[in-house]
């Protein structure tokens, strides 16, 4: 069995952000999400892994290499421009071959990982399975009716839906799916959809089953998504302080200080992780924050957040918090009177002061 982890997509929902880096490397409890998927499926036993890149493919395959440190095979596969999920698996048929394979979308994170999917798929051998999740508001995604465990229809953001049960970024499909994504026309905006793919399958008699899990999965397509798995991931991190914390500093909770980094004259309250290279100097480091390495923070207080690398943040009175910060910002009070606020904001940010 192979596996194929989707990269390709423009991430515009996480501008400015995504403007100058991919939406899956973007750091979740100080780790890429899409370092999450690779390690998922590696943990289900798949080593042969094909990747599906873009315009950031250069940054993903430098990030990932040729997979050597998950112990897994690295293929990339170059998409032209973004033409719908179907589409990516159609052009990796000469990778696939003959080979089911799984399919993960490179910026979801799915918290129990996909063994238990991948087991079910090789016991009863169907032509596809899909991964579903009960949600609270069904209209936003694709949803699956389903008539004794067996999937009868796909509708994509129905007004009114026929269950509660979300399509996760999760398939597994053996070779039966290269007919469907070959025959498939492309929908109203212009791509090839797996939707039809799957419904085309259904249509066709073949067997289409369906996994739901019952722990969480997030699709981190918008920054309160990303804030949420940033969240959740810290929730499951065990206490590792390798960093210097001075005499007059305190660490409550769970917190991950990573050598190299300092913590000074602070207060830090866990859950939160602290990369390498960081220093915290007189200010306060609230729970769900995660920074990476080589951020600086002076006299300011910061809360469920992500800082991202090389960020400096200098003497802010007001609290930062429910924050997405990119990488080598500055973010510093200004010393001249009268007061003021004074922004350089990428396109499609927000500020809340």
Known sequence: MKALILSGGTGSRLRPLTYTGAKQLIPVANKPILFYGIEAIRDAGITEIGIIVGDTGAEIRSAVGDGDQWGVRVTYIEQDQPRGLAHAVKIAEPFIGQDDFLVFLGDNLVRDGVTAFVDQFKGKQPNALILLSRVTDPQRFGVAELREGRVV???????????????????LFDSRIFKAVNDIEPSLRNELEITDAIQYLVDHSDVVDAHIIEGWWKDTGKPEDVLEANRMMLEYIVSDVRGHVSEHSQVYGRAVIEAGAEIINSTIRGPVVIGAGAKIVDSYIGPFTAISADVTVTDSEVENSILLQGTVIEHIATRIDSSLIGKNAHIVRAPSKPSALRFVLGDNSRAEV
């Open 153 to 171: 229809r796909l509708v994509e953001k129905p007004k009114v839906p026929p269950s509660d049960l979300a399509l996760v970024g999760v398939y």
